[in-house]
C-alpha cells in the first residue's frame, strides 16, 4: 500500500479563509478587531520560527498581533505583570505564551496567570479541566487540528482503536481525552502509550489510528502499523543535513518512508500537522473576540 497524504496545509488555508471571513465580519458589524498577544521569553530557534508564524498567520486573517519580546532576563513577577496588564486589555481577546520557557521559569504559574476566557492555547486548568468534563471551552490548539486532519480522511473514529504515543500536556493527554468523548468525531477505544509502555507496537499493530507524539524520530515505523492505518504524525525534529540551506532538515516522529507503505494515510513533516495548529489557535482567537463582543 502507499499512503495518500493528509494535506494538512491545504485544510488548513480553507479553514484560514472561513477564520478571515468572521474576522472581516466582526469588524464590519462590531467594529471589534480580534487581538492576539505573542508572549515570547529568549531566543530559542524553534519558539522563535514558531511565534514568527503565528504573527504572520493573525495578519494574514485579519487578526492583529500583539508581540512581546522578552529577554530571557526578565523576571516571572515582570512576566506575570504583563500578563495581568493583558487580561485588563480589552484589545486582547487571546494570550499566548510560547513553550517551553526558559530556566527558571516555571510554566505552571505563568500559564495560570493567563484569564481562562484569553487561553485560546487551551493550557489553563480552567479550560483543561472543562474540557475533560464537556463543558464549552477553547480546546488545545494541536489536538483540535489533528481531529480535523483525521476527519478530512473520511476514516470513521467511533469504535475504532486508537494509539496515542506520548504522553505530554500539550498534545498527548488531551488528543487521548478528545478521541474518548461521547459523540461525533471520537468515541474511539483510546490507548495512551508513553516512556513507560514496554513495547508500544503490541498495541499500534491492532491501531487504526496512531498519533505519534513523542519529540524523537523513528518512534513509529511501518512494521509497528496494522495495514491500512491512519498515521499523525505530531513530531517537528531538526536533524543536522549539510546540503539544506539552513543546515538542517524536518523530520516528524515517524519514519514516513516505511509507514507510508503500510498506511492508508498520513501526515507529511512540514505540512501536516503543524499548519493546523496555528490555525486552530486563529480560531479560538475569533472565537474569543466573538464572545467578547456579544457580552
Ligand atoms: N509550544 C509547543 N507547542 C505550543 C503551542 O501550541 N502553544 C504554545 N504556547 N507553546 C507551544
Not at 493583558?86 to 495560570?112: C, E, T, Y
Not at 464549552?136 to 486532519?149: D, R, S, Y
Request: net charge negative; charged share 20%; glycine share 8%.
Amino acid at each position: 500500500m502507499s499512503a495518500s497524504i493528509i494535506d494538512g496545509k491545504k485544510l488548513a488555508s480553507d479553514l484560514r479563509l472561513e477564520i478571515a471571513n468572521r474576522a472581516a465580519a466582526l469588524k464590519a458589524e462590531k467594529n471589534v478587531t480580534p487581538g492576539l498577544a505573542v508572549i515570547l521569553i529568549g531566543e530559542n530557534p524553534a519558539s522563535v520560527s514558531y511565534v514568527t508564524a503565528k504573527e504572520k498567520a493573525c495578519q494574514e486573517a485579519g487578526i492583529a498581533s500583539f508581540p512581546f519580546h522578552f529577554p530571557a532576563t526578565i523576571t516571572q513577577d515582570e512576566l506575570i505583570a504583563k500578563i495581568n496588564e493583558l487580561n485588563r486589555d480589552p484589545a486582547v481577546h487571546g494570550i499566548l505564551v510560547q513553550l517551553p520557557l526558559p530556566k527558571g521559569f516555571s510554566d505552571k504559574a505563568v500559564i495560570n496567570a493567563i484569564a481562562p476566557e484569553k487561553d485560546v492555547d487551551g493550557f489553563t486548568p480552567v479550560n483543561v479541566g472543562k474540557m475533560l468534563i464537556d463543558e464549552e471551552c477553547f480546546l488545545p490548539c494541536t489536538p483540535h487540528g489533528i481531529i480535523k486532519l483525521i476527519e478530512t480522511t473520511g476514516m470513521e473514529t467511533a469504535g475504532k482503536h486508537v494509539v496515542v504515543m506520548g504522553r505530554s500536556n500539550i498534545v498527548g493527554k488531551p488528543v487521548a481525552v478528545l478521541l474518548s468523548r461521547k459523540g461525533e468525531g471520537a468515541n474511539a477505544t483510546v490507548t495512551l502509550c508513553h516512556t513507560g509502555t514496554p513495547d508500544a507496537s503490541v498495541y499500534t499493530k491492532t491501531a487504526d489510528i496512531v498519533i505519534v507524539a513523542t519529540g524523537k524520530p523513528n518512534t513509529l515505523t511501518g512494521d509497528m502499523l496494522k495495514s491500512g492505518a491512519v498515521v499523525i504524525d505530531v513530531g517537528v525534529n531538526r536533524v543536522v543535513d549539510p546540503s539544506k540551506p539552513k543546515g538542517y532538515a524536518l523530520c516528524g516522529d515517524a519514519d514516513f518512508a516505511s509507514c507510508s507503505e503500510v498506511a492508508s494515510a498520513i501526515t507529511p513533516v512540514p505540512g501536516g500537522v503543524g499548519p493546523m495548529t496555528i490555525t486552530m489557535l486563529l480560531w479560538n482567537t475569533v472565537e474569543s473576540a466573538e464572545r467578547a463582543a456579544r457580552n
